[in-house]
């Protein structure tokens, strides 16, 4: 079922884009605080002031549809049915995770008929060719399925994401790819890792649609999805969309961001995509205080029976560090010896 206009969007489902945005940033505030606790292992990724871009995006899509969510798009996760207990036991490399404590953060997938996400092998492009190839080979079935995927700013200037990208506009794969906008590429900004700062300009290069938006606008972020899903589903091929942000924390928590300017981080403070969405719900009563106070409360009491629950799971054990790792195959005969055509040629094969 089609989704509707920005403008038709209902009160309950404008809600329901608060309760992700929140629970997007409850979840990490909570991996936080257990990453201070040395109970997370490896690094721990920040959507913070992101949130509207991941939220907005992902609640355009329909049942069916595809998405790869990258390492600032755990609200995607959320709207798409990922659970806050997988991502905790998943950052603490508990048993109990998506991956049984073989993998970490967000490298974690499913694959389902209401709609797969196709588990993230690099948060620099890659993603971008095998989803193009995932809806190509969909709409070899005569199936319209549409995927979606994020990339940053400095993913952009990647060898992989120009030729995945390359490849879906030639294709006019129905693909579309947010570009997240969010001024810098670890500690670089983005002046200094290209010269066109418009990230939208480039769709004009590979000959698709594109358009830049205000990504901390959350009903922004839905519409310009939303038509761009339409399109690529009536066969119009991809769209870039630029969505201007800002990461308020480092690139990831180790990382204490000194090298951005005191200003910059004041500026976009004054953007928070969810104080912003919260004020507008409020003073054009499509909510009262209440029942965001509610959602708060109910995400709270949830989080504390998840973590119990992550703290609780056990690591894995030793012995199945194989486990699931090759298929059981048998092997009905040897398997014939590698012939080189030099040693076939003498007579050595």
Request: hydrophobic share 40%.
């Amino acid at each position: 079922m089609a989704r509707p206009p920005a403008a038709q969007l209902s009160r309950p489902q404008l809600v329901e884009l608060f309760h992700f945005m929140k629970l997007n940033r409850m979840v990490e505030e909570r991996l936080t605080n257990l990453y201070r606790q040395n109970k997370v292992v490896g690094g721990l990724y920040r959507s913070l002031g992101q949130e509207a871009s991941s939220v907005g995006a992902a609640y355009a899509l329909e049942r069916g549809d595809i998405f790869t969510p990258l390492i600032r798009n755990l609200g995607a996760i959320f709207v798409r049915g990922g659970k806050p207990r997988d991502v905790l036991c998943q950052y603490m490399a508990r048993q109990d995770g998506p991956t049984r404590g073989r993998d970490l953060n967000v490298h974690f997938g499913w694959l389902r008929e209401d709609g797969s996400n196709i588990a993230v092998i690099s948060m620099l492009g890659d993603m971008v060719s095998i989803l193009a190839g995932a809806v190509i080979a969909e709409r070899m079935k005569g199936k319209t399925t549409v995927a979606l995927t994020w990339i940053g700013d400095g993913g952009t200037s990647t060898g992989a994401f120009h030729e995945g990208f390359n490849l879906a506009c030639v294709q006019k794969a129905p693909l579309v790819v947010v570009v997240e906008n969010n001024q810098y590429a670890y500690s670089t900004p983005t002046r200094m890792q290209t010269a066109n700062t418009r990230f939208v300009d480039r769709a004009q290069a590979y000959g698709c649609f594109g358009e830049r938006i205000d990504g901390n606008d959350v009903v922004a972020v839905y519409e310009a999805t939303r038509v761009a899903i339409e399109r690529a589903r009536n066969g119009e091929g991809p769209t870039l969309i630029e969505a201007e942000t800002m990461r308020m924390r480092g690139h990831a928590e180790h990382d204490d961001m000194k090298y951005v300017p005191e200003a910059l981080v004041a500026e976009w403070q004054k953007k928070d995509p969810i104080a912003r969405f919260e004020t507008h719900l409020l003073e054009k009563n499509l909510a009262a205080q209440s029942d965001l106070d509610a959602i708060v409360a109910m995400i709270e009491r949830q989080l504390d029976a998840d973590v119990a629950f992550a703290e609780a799971s056990p690591f894995p054990a030793a012995d199945t560090g194989l486990d699931g790792v090759y298929g059981d195959v048998a092997v009905k005969s040897p398997v014939p010896p590698i012939v080189s055509a030099w040693d076939a040629a003498k007579g050595r094969g």
